[in-house]
Nanobody, 115 residues
């Protein structure tokens, strides 16, 4: 049974940093990534990373967020620096199963950037 569990959200002041973690279990995953959904908005891709380490990042977070991955532990991280109020959202981890391409989602972790 596949499980995807996020951790690391919370309240941070503008300009601050947070690190999100996501542990996936029950399979091997090709692409893992982070999406976010702000109130009243659609879910959007923040960043993704392949098993080989190739990354894709939204323009709005380039230079501020860094995605990394530990294949041995099926874990993906999102280091978020220079946070802005507009980064406030629920952040969801996504894991795409190798070979089948099936998507698995975590329940989300709330990030609030506010003074």
């Amino acid at each position: 049974q596949v499980q995807v569990v996020e951790s690391g959200g919370g309240l941070v002041q503008p300009g601050g940093s947070l690190r999100l973690s996501c542990a996936a279990s029950g399979s091997i995953f090709s692409v893992m990534g982070w999406y976010r959904q702000a109130p009243g908005k659609q879910r959007e891709l923040v960043a993704s990373i392949t098993r080989a380490g190739s990354t894709n990042c939204a323009e709005s977070v380039k230079g501020r967020f860094t995605i990394s991955r530990d294949n041995a532990n099926n874990t993906v991280y999102l280091q978020m620096n220079s946070l802005k109020p507009e980064d406030t959202a629920v952040y969801y981890c996504n894991a795409k199963r190798l070979f089948t391409g099936s998507d698995y989602w975590g329940r989300g972790t709330l990030v609030t950037v506010s003074s």
